[in-house]
């Protein structure tokens, strides 16, 4: 069983930054793809950012360009910088972690943009 952990939400005004973690742990497999999706209230979880093992990223739309993605094999932990962040990226942000064609996910950590 894989374990996913978040960290670093919080309060920030409109065109702050903030930076999220997380780690992965446990499991026999190694992890493949890492992400992180996000839910504002009365919507869709949406993609925000993807990466493979190898690098290959993906990122949703309305963050690209002000997001980056990166992650650290070795310590099966993935980052997400968010710089000029907008009201409209006020959400629960979740990471996602998949190893042997299963999805783990944390319990999500809370982003709000507002002045």
């Known amino acids: 069983q894989v374990q996913v952990v978040e960290s670093g939400g919080g309060l920030v005004q409109p065109g702050g930054s903030l930076r999220l973690s997380c780690a992965a742990s446990g499991g026999i497999g190694s992890i493949s793809d890492m992400g992180w999706y996000r839910q504002a209230p009365g919507k869709q979880r949406e993609l925000v950012a993807s990466?493979?093992?190898?690098?290959?990223?993906n990122y949703g739309d309305s963050v690209r360009g002000r997001f980056t993605i990166s992650r650290d094999n070795a310590k099966n932990t993935v980052y997400l910088q968010m710089n000029s962040l907008k009201p409209e990226d006020t959400a629960t942000y979740y990471c996602n972690a998949v190893s042997a064609f299963v999805n783990y996910w944390g319990q999500g950590t809370q982003v709000t943009v507002s002045s």
């Open positions: 990466i493979t093992r190898g690098g290959r990223i």
